[in-house]
């Protein structure tokens, strides 16, 4: 199964999943990395490890329609079977969903769909779990459509909160469930269990 991963950021699930996919059983590949930030940590991991990498935003593709239209193509040229946005902060176009419908999946920091939607990412999930009292957090998969950690979830991992947790506390014990369900899930559906 051939993998396209986008990222804006560190890239730690990038990471985690490139170092599963070289695991001899994985039965995937990450074949591109894409970045919307030319200075995002993922994308140097990516040269380092020599796996195809592109800076790709309205910077260097002028509007959305034309940003959406070079991603596709990329991804279609690539032969990429699934799309994987981890810590992607910027939605994709309707021609690369409808082309890749089902087979882009996202991971978010929250048992979904509790606190997800416009806003939620980074420490605001991890505050608003703390700010609501709630027992137990997590990390989800799912598949991703126009509307934001809408799409239908095809796993989660439950974590619970602590007495005393901060949201910085909570994110790095989230972050480290997420290194290992992004990959299991990436397995699953390389096995054609997805
Ligand atoms: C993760 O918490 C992910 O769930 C969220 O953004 C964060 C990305 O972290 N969507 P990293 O860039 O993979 O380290």
Not at 6 to 22: F, I, M, P, Q, Y
Not at 24 to 43: E, K, M, T, Y
Not at 59 to 73: K, M, Q, S, V
Request: proline share 4%; with cysteine; net charge negative.
């Amino acid at each position: 199964l051939k993998v396209a991963v986008l990222v804006s950021h560190t890239g730690s699930n990038s990471r985690a999943l490139h170092e599963a996919s070289l695991r001899d059983d994985a039965g995937f590949g990450i074949c591109l990395v894409v970045s919307n930030n030319s200075g995002a940590r993922a994308l140097e991991y990516a040269r380092e490890q020599g796996i195809p990498s592109r800076h790709m935003s309205v910077r260097t593709h002028g509007t959305p329609e034309e940003l959406d239209a070079a991603l596709l193509d990329e991804l279609v040229t690539r032969g990429v079977d699934l799309v994987v946005t981890a810590g992607y902060m910027k939605k994709l176009g309707p021609r690369t969903l409808a082309a890749y419908e089902n087979r882009i999946i996202n991971i978010h920091p929250s048992l979904l769909p509790r606190h997800g939607g416009p806003g939620m990412y980074g420490m605001a999930v991890h505050e608003a779990v703390l700010a609501t009292g709630d027992e137990v957090t997590g990390a989800s998969v799912h598949h991703v459509t126009a509307e934001y950690d809408a799409g239908e979830v095809i796993a989660r991992r439950e974590v619970p909160v602590m007495a005393g947790d901060t949201a910085e506390g909570l994110a790095a014990r989230v972050l480290a469930v997420e290194h290992q369900l992004l990959p299991e899930v990436v397995r699953r559906i390389a096995a054609g269990k997805g």
